[in-house]
Nanobody
């Protein structure tokens, strides 16, 4: 049975930090790229970050320099360190897994690629 579970969301003030975690089971974690997506009220879901099985990463422009994605293949965890949070980062954040090669997260294709497994999401609220 496949499970993808996010945690670490919460309510913070602008400028503060949060670290999201995602654990996955039921599939060969090491063979999958892991993506973080978010959806704000009234907006479409957007790709935030991606980390390939080799550790290669990708980010949406709006979070570059503020967010850092990483993964621990042994523990089957992926993390999203979010610093200097802004009100516009408020959204439900989702973790997703996609079968992909070492270059899956390069360029921007990862944002619209097909992801096979999704978590239920964790709420991040940033207030001024």
């Amino acid at each position: 049975q496949v499970e993808v579970v996010e945690s670490g969301g919460g309510s913070v003030q602008a400028g503060e930090s949060l670290r999201l975690s995602c654990t996955a089971s039921g599939f060969m974690f090491v063979n999958y790229a892991l993506g973080w997506f978010r959806q704000a009220p009234g907006k479409e879901r957007e790709g935030v970050s991606c980390v390939a099985w080799t550790g290669g990463t990708g980010y949406v422009d709006s979070v570059k320099g503020r967010f850092t994605v990483s993964r621990d293949n042994a523990k089957k965890f992926v993390y999203l360190q979010m610093n200097s949070l802004r009100e516009e980062d408020t959204a439900i954040y989702y973790c997703a897994a996609a079968w992909g090669g070492s270059d899956f997260c390069s360029g921007s294709n990862w944002m619209t690629a097909s992801y096979q497994y999704w978590g239920q999401g964790t709420q991040v609220t940033v207030s001024s």
